[in-house]
């Protein structure tokens, strides 16, 4: 790139001298000479030009697209860690949830965890209520467990919050 610049302004600065030499005092044939030569290099320096214009449109198109390239590479691979994670930390499938769903209803609607009587219920019992309401809150969020499981929405959201942090608490109390 760097050739064709002097190239083009070795050009630039021969059509000058030639064309400055024509209107000197020489005799006509120099000057007929001198603007010949002078038509000749403004000719060679258009089409230079056009091409040292083509050759910086080109890399200046190149580099855009590679700028593209690298921008799109980065969201795709964005994408497909987010894929990745969406896998090991995401929703359950239908068919999981459903069972977290059946399991924690039925551990939540036996007569040993009744919610006035907690001290009747045994620790593995409180153990797996507090590892399905972890799984679904991370699965499908608070409203969805308070609401469906606790089954107190609506008047008694401020007592369902309640019950759902004291089993957070007890959980992560107990360290499981």
């Known amino acids: 790139m760097a050739d064709r610049w002097l190239k083009v302004n070795c050009l630039l600065a021969g059509t000058f ?3 400055l030499s024509a209107l000197s005092p020489l005799p006509k044939i120099a000057k007929g000479i001198c603007y010949s030569f002078a038509l000749v290099a403004s000719v060679q320096l ?4 056009r091409r040292l214009m083509v050759q910086d449109v080109r890399r200046i198109a190149l580099g855009v697209m590679n700028q593209e390239l690298e921008d799109v ?7 497909q860690q987010e894929q990745a994670l969406y896998e090991i930390y995401g929703t359950y499938p239908p068919e999981v949830k459903d069972e977290l769903v059946k399991s924690l ?3 939540y609607r036996e007569e040993s ?7 009747s219920a045994s620790t593995s019992q ?12 991370e699965a499908r969020g608070e409203t969805y467990v308070i609401e469906n499981v606790l089954r ?17 608490e007890e959980g992560e109390a107990n360290g499981w």
């Open 105 to 107: 209803d039925h551990l």
């Open 152 to 168: 107190l929405g609506g008047g008694q959201w401020a007592k369902g919050k309640q019950r759902l942090a004291e089993i957070l």
């Open 17 to 19: 001298a030639f064309w």
């Open 113 to 119: 965890a009744e919610r006035e009587d907690e001290t």
């Open 126 to 137: 409180k153990k797996s209520l507090y590892l399905a309401v972890k799984s679904l809150l």
């Open 46 to 49: 258009v089409q230079e030009s």
């Open 73 to 79: 590479e980065i969201a795709l691979h964005t994408s």
